[in-house]
């Protein structure tokens, strides 16, 4: 299995460029998210969803669009990208019903850095 | 969800069992205590999780006070591949749990030869 898989996992852009980070699972997981790391923050989380056609905000939306049209993706988009949103981005998912464990599975991030 | 403390650095020998604790003094009676780890920059792992019994799993044990305010993981033999931040979260389990899944600062574990 894949699992997580996160491009690209390295992107540099300009002020006021758009860019989409991608994020697509394979275990057919109703859960997914996505966070941001900078240092000495933690991860803090941007935008969630628990399905298809199914989205929601987290702690630090601004900024940020997401969209959920299949289970197994789940695109991040910067529209119009700040210098404050350089960071390294991780895309998470995991299991709601069933069988839940409640684990969370991580990508292996993204950084990007804007200029 | 409630909120976790935690000591932001600790330092361990190799070999030495390394025992990370955690505080959650608001926990609600059904949250889980969960624990993950971050190696260098890559995404976090998870490890253990349990609600009010001492779990043990391959990579770690979780012992749970009993009044639930508190836990430690116990990594029991911990090598220098264990060098990586910790993270202790509280959660409820079901689909309502992910929605508020957030991870402070953790503990930096680091291990000494």
């Known amino acids: 299995n894949a699992g997580v898989t996160q491009t690209p996992k390295f992107q540099v852009l300009k002020t006021g460029q758009s860019m989409t980070l991608q994020c697509a699972q394979d275990?057919?997981?109703?859960?997914m998210s996505w966070y941001r790391q900078d240092p000495g923050m933690g991860l803090r989380l941007i935008h969630y969803?628990?399905?298809?056609?199914?989205?929601d905000q987290g702690e630090v939306p601004n900024g940020y669009n997401v969209s959920r049209s299949t289970t197994e993706d789940f695109p991040l988009r910067l529209l119009s990208a700040a210098p404050s949103q350089t960071s390294v981005y991780f895309c998470?998912?995991?299991?709601?019903?069933?069988?839940?464990?409640?684990?969370?599975?991580f990508g292996e991030g993204s950084r990007l850095t804007v200029l | 969800d409630a909120k976790t403390t935690q000591p932001p650095s600790m330092d361990c020998a190799e070999g030495r069992a390394a025992n990370l604790p955690c505080n959650h003094s608001?926990?609600?009676?059904?949250?889980?205590v969960y624990w993950y780890r971050q190696i260098h920059s890559q995404g976090p792992q998870y490890i253990i999780h349990?609600?009010?019994n001492n779990e043990t799993n391959e990579m770690a044990s979780l012992i749970i006070t009993e009044d639930r305010k508190s836990s430690t993981l116990i990594l029991p033999h911990a090598t220098l591949r264990d060098t990586a931040v910790y993270y202790c979260?509280?959660?409820?389990?079901?689909?309502?749990?992910?929605?508020?899944?957030?991870f402070g600062i953790g503990t930096k574990l680091q291990v000494i030869p």
């Open positions: 969803s628990v399905g298809a056609g199914i989205t």
């Open positions: 998470a998912s995991g299991p709601v019903a069933g069988r839940n464990t409640g684990e969370l599975f």
């Open positions: 349990g609600l009010k």
């Open positions: 275990m057919n997981h109703e859960y």
């Open positions: 608001t926990i609600s009676g059904n949250e889980y």
């Open positions: 979260i509280v959660r409820v389990e079901g689909p309502g749990g992910y929605q508020k899944v957030t």
